[in-house]
């Protein structure tokens, strides 16, 4: 073998690896891993869907909702995510692996965590809005999101399926979406699903 075709595929199989690798991880807008040390805004891939993900005070008490600025407006909290497994070295984050996702930098009456949670079955509509505060039951289940991909580099889906956490429960995965009521737009499961992407925050 010539040292020139050596060099070729050597060079092949190191951007198939380099590639592979990468694309177990979430990008961010910039290209960039997400991580677990930074933070991050979250908004929708298509800005008519509504601006950064914010808190929401749905009935004029706590718990606060997961929801989306009306506008595409520098508004909106930032988030940090957490591994599931505590133990893992690697500070980026991975697509389909069970993660908690916390808004920060947030200042309310709820004394409560900021972090995600599902919801209940709403009665209005049907659908399991995600919320906000901790899960009591086993293993906090209600508290672990997945990003996941889509066809688009750089896009992704939230759904809720801690399949790691748990992976006989049987749970009823579903993929995060919106849902608008009274002018507000909410985060919420059990609909059509909203792409989005991870600004990380001062760029």
Not at 17 to 45: C, H, K, L, W
Not at 121 to 133: A, E, S, Y
Request: proline residues 4%.
């Amino acid at each position: 073998m010539s040292m020139k075709l050596y060099a070729s595929l050597t060079l092949t199989v190191w951007l198939f690896m380099a590639t592979f690798s990468r694309a177990q991880y979430v990008i961010d807008t910039n290209g960039e891993p997400v991580d677990n040390d930074d933070e991050y805004y979250i908004r929708p891939a298509i800005t008519d869907n509504g601006g950064r993900f914010t808190l929401i005070n749905r009935n004029g008490s706590c718990p606060l909702y997961v929801g989306l600025e009306n506008t595409d407006t520098p508004l909106g909290y930032p988030v940090k995510f957490t591994h599931f497994a505590l133990n893992v070295q690697d500070e980026d984050i991975r697509v389909n692996s069970d993660l908690r996702i916390e808004f920060v930098e947030v200042s309310t009456t709820c004394v409560q965590s900021t972090e995600w949670r599902v919801g209940e079955n709403d009665t209005r509509g049907g659908r399991r809005l995600i919320i906000t505060g901790l899960d009591d039951n086993f293993g906090s289940i209600g508290n672990y999101f997945r990003i996941v991909e889509t066809q688009s580099v750089g896009i992704y889906n939230i759904e809720w399926c801690p399949m790691e956490i748990c992976s006989d429960c049987g749970f009823v995965c579903s993929t995060g979406g919106i849902l608008r009521e009274d002018g507000r737009i909410f985060f919420a499961l059990d609909g059509t699903p909203l792409p989005v992407v991870f600004q990380k925050k001062d760029d």
